[in-house]
């Protein structure tokens, strides 16, 4: 058992019941905000469990997580993703990474005009803060709605399981808080996956090399909220590690750490606001990969151990078909 981990989910899930019963009625502005910082660490603790903390037993991580206070991602949903995604062999690419923010050229030019421009400022950090949350989630709950109609069950059960947890969560904010679910969405659960999109912004670019392909940021006083993720080449490396002991794994062979990727290593988040609020960090079509149409490889990683969603907590980097 971690138990820092333990005492953390437990702290953010309280703070969410205080703040909603007892700051809400007094200060609901500061209330709004507190929230939409509780829900930005509820998805970072997310993530730590799907990595398999704070106990070696699937079943009980996914119950310490199992209230979905964001309500936008089915835990379960964003366990598969995120697992597929940790292929470092296949990050960045537009059709097997599916967290990448890179567009394949033949896509990106069947669409309209309009979304074009939406991702072009979707591109800045600014656009990411402000557009981010809308453009992924639309997006994810369209795929996965074709997806369920097309017969997958394993997403049609993630989802139902996510609504019973929202049968909780849905009275709790508006009946027990007093929160109008509408102002709930607009607010805390927006500015929770903005306060995200500052992490994400710029974790992945290309490179030819794959470790090149992650960054470090070395220092921010967002490193608790993003249970220092912000050290990102480190827990794509060690994806099993737990999230405080992540610090001491980078300064013990911080050089070691640049050079694997590079030199692409940021001081802090100020910097890259600095240089891309409003000026694009990438291009939105990938800059090699998917230049023709061809279908996705359904390249997916070995995996250690099978778990209840057949996924194994720690994906092992395997060889990908060659190009």
């Known amino acids: ?35 939409g910082f509780i829900l930005a660490l509820q998805s970072s603790l997310m993530h730590e469990v799907l990595h398999g903390h704070p106990t070696r037993n699937a079943r009980i991580n996914e119950a310490f997580v199992f209230l979905p206070i964001g309500l936008i991602w089915p835990f379960r949903r964003f366990k598969t993703i995120h697992l597929r995604h940790h292929a470092d062999e296949r990050l960045t690419d537009p059709l097997d990474d599916p967290e990448s923010y890179y567009q394949a050229l033949w896509m990106h030019e069947e669409l309209p005009p309009t979304m074009k421009f939406l991702l072009k400022l979707n591109n800045t950090m600014v656009g990411r803060f402000i557009l981010g949350p809308w453009l992924s989630s639309i997006g994810f709950f369209i795929d996965d709605a074709r997806q369920m109609a097309a017969g997958d069950k394993t997403i049609r059960n993630a989802w139902l399981l996510h609504a019973v947890g929202l049968v909780v969560v849905v009275p709790i904010v508006t009946l027990g808080f007093g929160i109008p679910l509408w102002l709930y ?139």
């Open 1 to 35: 058992m971690e138990w820092p981990t333990v005492f953390l989910i437990l702290f953010c899930y309280g703070t969410w019941l205080a703040t909603g019963f007892l700051l809400w009625p007094t200060h609901p502005l500061i209330a709004l905000a507190v929230l």
């Open 185 to 323: 969405i607009l607010v805390p659960v927006w500015l929770g996956q903005s306060l995200i999109s500052v992490r994400t912004y710029a974790e992945h670019q290309w490179s030819e090399h794959p470790e090149g392909r992650t960054i470090i940021v070395e220092r921010s006083p967002l490193s608790l909220l993003f249970l220092n993720n912000n050290l990102h080449l480190v827990h794509h490396k060690s994806p099993t590690i737990a999230w405080y002991r992540l610090p001491k794994m980078f300064r013990d062979r911080r050089e070691e750490w640049l050079r694997m990727n590079n030199g692409y290593v940021y001081p802090n988040y100020f910097a890259l606001i600095k240089s891309f609020a409003f000026k694009a960090k990438e291009p939105v079509v990938h800059p090699v990969l998917r230049r023709a149409p061809e279908p996705g490889r359904a390249f997916k990683p070995r995996i250690r151990a099978h778990n209840v969603n057949g996924l194994g907590t720690a994906p092992v980097p395997a060889e990908p078909p060659k190009e």
